[in-house]
């Protein structure tokens, strides 16, 4: 039999690695290399690996569901798209939500912005970045001026030291992890900061342990004691910065000292005062972070304190240095360039600046409503459960909030006051099954279109089968939607290309790319302003994206997380992931491959701590914070910091999120997933 290999991208994380889909008798049966692509080159994690599994799983959605009487029938396209449009033509523009996806291609995303802005005329359009990166875009469009990952995948591999702080890069971008081996085989040194002894940490040269929640705490310290050795980089601080005076006299306050620091934070002295060193006076040192760094209710603070540590080294704009942010998922910096955000439309042209409007107003043909910024999922959440009246209708597509948002008490409670809920997925998730129309989406295998990578590079999906039953793409969904509300002008387009084209048209970062230069395999990474353009990897060699062409330091004092423990709540929990699962579980529990590594949850116990809390490995224990309880068995092990769980947040019969608090940045409106007071009770016997 004949098999056919069709090269594309990977699903599952922002590192957007490539792979081809086998295909047999026009089904998906297998995954094969792709040597070619620069970013992997061949090499695949277990998910990349297995991506294929859930394709054709039994569980897919292949019909359009409305509810009736409390259960779902199967009904028409026809019906649905009816139902849909007598219902949001029902509502006021300001009480209708649309969840855009970070799981979805740019074209698909581009058309939720569109159809969110130029259709229902709803400022409220958000996505998943908000629980991910949302300070990042903050912390670093406020300190560089533009909130991207600095440099390119490969471009760590060259670093001199590689810093990795809050990012668990081996079993969440598995492939950059291979980047951070190849800088050590080079003769580079890796510093790890965690407070788990993670795989990734366990590769380290220097790992230094610490409390969740201290983060600002230990840059000011390690700036500190930069400073007082006269290790700053004086010249790149004269020629590309400003404010450094203002870091200086917070900084160099007391309570940084490193012996002060160390209290706080629980690293040795000696330890902190070995990662400044080497990073100050490395030829080139990178940061590395993720969600460790940015799901706080000082989330842009701590993201700030990365800008100001390498702007301090002059670690930025050249090869093996950079603010690594690691994006999570496969398509969520396209999801944020494409404008599923509250305050702007695609390529971060803000909705409150008229001259945009009036420009998208023109592209789009409509006259766009006065520019006003919308809500944020998180505050979605809140106005629904505890504002009545304010929201009513909902559009999820991609998302899976009913499991991946903080407090899901509260969430439900707010998914419940919803009046008209229409879930767009490929499952029907715990988020679907409270929905009022459910419509099934293809998924990435059975389209085409393009996601942009953590490092800004802009790649191919490529469509290897039909969807099963009747589900269609996204982008087909809301093109026929949009014709359906009476826009049929706006929503021309029979293919993803043609799309793309008008999204090059008014998106200035992508104006230089078309599916014809992004066929080959190294793609293009944005900006990338014209056709002769040849895409920028590395951002800020010269100059920063600030008007002045400066990088801003800002000082920060250190506060302690939304909720410490106390003695009712003794413990701190933070949460985070496995390789092997992703999130909510909807894709990864139904590949076979990967559910039977770790078939559900967790919480991991220090080994000291069980010993006195008097819990065995494998006991289940009841975790309880202020929010609610679950039922979970004990993982005891060395590797976490004494006085502190985690769990991770993959499992919906003992939800992490049932416990986490749901407490904001207060600019990125981001939850602090990453730090919360706990108590561990034994599991009465019956
Ligand atoms: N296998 C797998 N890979 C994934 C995902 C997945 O679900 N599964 N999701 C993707 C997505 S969307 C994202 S955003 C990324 C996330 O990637 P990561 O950020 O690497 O993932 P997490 O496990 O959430 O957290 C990272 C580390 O932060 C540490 N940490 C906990 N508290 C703190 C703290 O207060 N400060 C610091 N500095 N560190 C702390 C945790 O111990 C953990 O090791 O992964 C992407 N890749
Ligand atoms: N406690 C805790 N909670 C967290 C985090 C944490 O570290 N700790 N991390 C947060 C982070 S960083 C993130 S990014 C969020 C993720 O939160 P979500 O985005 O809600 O999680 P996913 O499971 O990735 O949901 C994506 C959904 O898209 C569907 N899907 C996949 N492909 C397609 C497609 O082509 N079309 C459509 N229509 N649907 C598709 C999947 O079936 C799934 O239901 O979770 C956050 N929640
Ligand atoms: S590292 Fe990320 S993109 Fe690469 S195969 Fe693994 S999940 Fe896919
Ligand atoms: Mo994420």
């Excluded at 070619?36 to 990349?48: D, H, M, Y």
């Amino acid at each position: 039999m004949e098999l056919n290999y069709v090269p594309t991208t990977c699903p599952y994380c922002g590192t957007g690695c490539g792979f081809n889909l086998v295909v047999k008798d026009k089904r998906v049966v297998g995954i094969a290399p792709w040597h070619r692509n620069p970013v992997n080159e061949g090499k695949l994690c277990p998910k990349g690996n297995y991506a294929w599994e859930f394709i054709n799983h039994p569980d897919r959605l292949t019909t359009p569901l409305i509810r009736k009487d409390g259960k779902f029938e199967p009904a028409s396209w026809d019906e649905a798209y009816k139902l849909i449009v007598s219902r949001f033509k029902a509502y006021r523009p300001d009480e209708i939500q649309c969840l855009s996806s970070a799981r979805v291609s740019n074209e698909e995303n581009y058309l939720m912005n569109k159809f969110a802005r130029a259709v229902l005329r709803t400022p409220n359009i958000d996505h998943c970045a908000r629980l991910c990166h949302a300070s990042t875009i903050i912390g670093l469009a406020g300190a560089f001026g533009s909130g991207a990952m600095t440099n390119s995948i490969t471009d760590i591999g060259e670093s001199k030291v590689v810093f990795v702080i809050g990012s668990n890069t081996f079993e969440n971008h598995p492939l950059i992890g291979r980047q951070i081996m190849l800088a050590r085989q080079r003769g580079g040194k890796v510093i790890v900061a965690d407070p788990r002894l993670t795989p990734t940490a366990k590769q380290a040269d220097l790992y230094m342990q610490f409390h969740s929640g201290t983060d600002v705490a230990i840059f000011n310290g390690l700036m500190q004691y930069i400073i007082r050795n006269g290790w700053e980089d004086k010249n790149f601080i004269r020629s590309r910065t400003k404010d450094f005076d203002k870091l200086k006299e917070v900084v160099m306050k007391p309570e940084y000292a490193l012996d002060q620091v160390s209290k706080i934070c629980g690293i040795p002295e000696e330890q902190l005062k070995t990662a400044a060193e080497w990073i100050a006076k490395a030829e080139s040192s990178n940061i590395l972070y993720s969600m460790g760094i940015t799901q706080h209710t000082t989330g842009v603070d701590n993201v700030k304190s990365t800008a100001n540590l390498q702007m301090l080294t002059g670690h930025l704009g050249k090869r093996g240095g950079g603010v690594c942010a690691l994006r999570g998922q496969n398509n969520v910096q396209g999801a944020c360039d494409m404008g599923a955000l509250p305050n702007v439309y695609s390529g971060y042209q803000a909705v409150i600046n008229p001259d945009l409007r009036k420009k998208m107003s023109v592209a789009w043909g409509v006259e766009l409503a006065e520019g006003k910024i919308g809500y944020t999922v998180t505050e979605m959440i809140n106005v629904l459960a505890d504002t009545l009246d304010k929201l009513k209708c909902l559009y999820i597509m991609g998302e899976n909030p009913m499991i991946s948002d903080p407090d899901l008490h509260h969430v439900e409670k707010g998914l419940r006051n919803a009046e008209f809920m229409v879930v767009q997925d490929i499952f029907l998730t715990e988020t679907a099954q409270m929905a009022d129309v459910v419509l099934p989406a293809a998924c990435f295998a059975e389209k085409d279109g393009t996601q942009t990578s953590t490092e800004r590079r802009v790649q191919r999906w490529r469509k290897a089968q039909d969807p099963p039953g009747v589900a269609k793409p996204d982008w087909q969904i809301l093109c026929e939607l949009g014709a359906a509300m009476g826009f049929a002008e706006q929503f021309p387009f029979r293919t993803p290309e043609e799309i793309f084209t008008e999204i090059a048209k008014v998106t200035p970062s992508y104006a230089g790319m078309n599916y014809t230069r992004l066929e080959k395999p190294e793609a293009l990474h944005w900006p990338c302003p014209t056709l002769e353009h040849p895409g920028t990897p590395i951002l800020h060699k010269e100059k920063f994206t600030h008007p002045d062409g400066l990088g801003i330091f800002t000082p920060i004092e250190f506060r302690y997380p939304a909720e410490v423990p106390d003695k009712e709540f003794p413990i701190i929990l933070t949460t985070g992931r496995c390789i092997w699962h992703w999130h909510t579980g909807s894709m990864t529990r139904r590949s076979p491959s990967l559910a039977r590594e770790e078939p559900t949850g967790w919480i991991e116990i220090n080994v000291d701590d069980a010993r006195e809390w008097g819990i065995r490995d494998k006991e289940m224990v009841k975790a309880v914070t202020r929010r609610g309880e679950i039922t979970i068995g004990a993982r005891v092990t060395p590797g976490i910091k004494r006085g502190e769980v985690f769990i991770p947040f993959h499992f919906v019969e003992c939800a992490a999120n049932i416990l986490t608090n749901n407490a904001l940045d207060p600019a990125a409106k981001i939850p602090e997933f990453k730090a919360c007071a706990l108590r561990i009770e034994k599991v009465k016997k019956a």
